[in-house]
């Protein structure tokens, strides 16, 4: 009989140690969890980076008038009333600038004058 306990408590020993190592929830399936979420971690590190650099952006937004300022030329083309914007043939503008900046920019008259209205 004293047989027959230890063979018993083996095999229950022998089938935790099967469920701990290689059933569902073992060992092999942390391993598993635990590449894809390093995977997962190496995919957020650019949305990481992204995220500080939006964050400052607002915060240097809500503070300082020189990111609108400079927001607003390079996105949208503005040039301020003190300034004189030229346009350098050959050199290559944004075709949304193109559209905006067509409007600020007057040909020169070459002579002719202008119809009165």
């Known amino acids: 009989m004293h047989k027959w306990l230890v063979v018993a408590l083996v095999a229950v020993l022998g089938l935790l140690q099967y469920t ?9 399936d942390l391993q598993v969890v ?11 590190l650019p949305m990481r980076e992204r995220n500080a650099r939006l964050a400052a952006e607002v915060t ?17 083309g503005m040039v301020r009333s003190d300034e004189q914007f030229f346009w350098v043939p050959g050199v290559a503008i944004a075709t949304e600038l193109l559209g905006i900046n067509a409007g600020l920019v007057t040909q020169p008259s070459l002579g002719r004058e202008r119809p009165t209205p």
Not at 20 to 28: D, E, K, M, T
Not at 60 to 76: F, H, V
């Open 20 to 28: 701990l190592w290689l059933g569902n929830g073992g060992w092999r």
């Open 34 to 44: 635990e590449q894809r979420v390093a995977a997962q971690e190496a995919d957020n």
């Open 60 to 76: 240097d937004l809500k503070t300082g008038l020189d990111a609108i300022e400079e927001r607003a030329r390079s996105d949208m």
